[in-house]
C-alpha cells in the first residue's frame, strides 16, 4: 500500500489507514476473533490478554516483541524468561 500512516496526536506513532484510528474497534474485533481475551479489574476497567488464536497463528514471543516494537520498548528480559 502506498499510503503514509497517519499520525496519531495522542502518542505521537503513526496508525495505518486500513487500520482506521478508532483503537477501541480495532481491539474489539480482535477480541471478537481470539487473538484477545479480555476480563476486567475490580474497578471495571478492560484488561487485555493474549488470546488462543493468537498463540496459535503468532505465538507468544511474536507478540510480545510486536507489542513492544508499537511502543517503541524494548522486551523485558524477564518476560522471555518467563516463557
Do not use: C
Request: negative net charge; hydrophobic residues 35%.
Amino acid at each position: 500500500n502506498d499510503i503514509d500512516p497517519e499520525p496519531n496526536p495522542r502518542n505521537k506513532t503513526k496508525i495505518h489507514p486500513s487500520l482506521g484510528a478508532n483503537v477501541a474497534d480495532l481491539l474489539d474485533k480482535a477480541t471478537k476473533e481470539q487473538f484477545y481475551l479480555v476480563k476486567h479489574t475490580d474497578d471495571g476497567e478492560p484488561k487485555y490478554e493474549l488470546g488462543p488464536r493468537a498463540l496459535v497463528e503468532v505465538g507468544r514471543f511474536q507478540m510480545i516483541q510486536f507489542q513492544a516494537d508499537a511502543l517503541h520498548e524494548k522486551v523485558d528480559p524477564s518476560i522471555i524468561a518467563e516463557m
